[in-house]
């Protein structure tokens, strides 16, 4: 009866280390655009307006919260553009970010827009690579 021994050695760098946790806040860049104002108010009638720039507001709330004007700061002033992109970090997943644009023009500033709200997406999985240098070695070979 013949009897092998082998013995197979796994050298795979990183195979056996602490597996990775998704991080606790994340940074989201989120894009608005809107509609230009091309009118304003004077004396109660609507009058053509142009030299119009536009801030944008922000705020951040748990996701049981509500978007409220009240409770926003004022993340981008003096545009001209239609659109911004707004990079904010250290979000929760799952947390509100809440947006609204006011108008300007003449030194005067108008309403709020209408507020808009996304959700902070949580990060994708991390996916372990693909193991390397893996060998099988032979050990221990007996014969009757």
Partial sequence: MKRLLCSILLL???AFAAPAFAA????????????????????????????????????????????????????????????????QSGLTPGSLLCYAVTATAGGQTGSFSNIVSVVVPSPPPVIPGQPTQVTATVVFVSSP
Avoid: E, F, K, R
């Fill in 24 to 87: 606790t806040t994340v940074t989201a860049a989120t894009t608005l655009t809107w509609t230009a104002v091309t009118t304003g108010t004077q004396n109660g009638t609507s009058v053509p307006i142009t030299g119009v720039t536009y801030n944008v507001w922000s705020s951040v709330v748990p996701s049981t919260g509500t978007c409220a004007t009240s409770g926003m700061t004022q993340a981008a002033t003096g545009l001209t553009a239609l659109t911004d992109t707004l990079t």
């Fill in 12 to 14: 795979a760098l990183g």
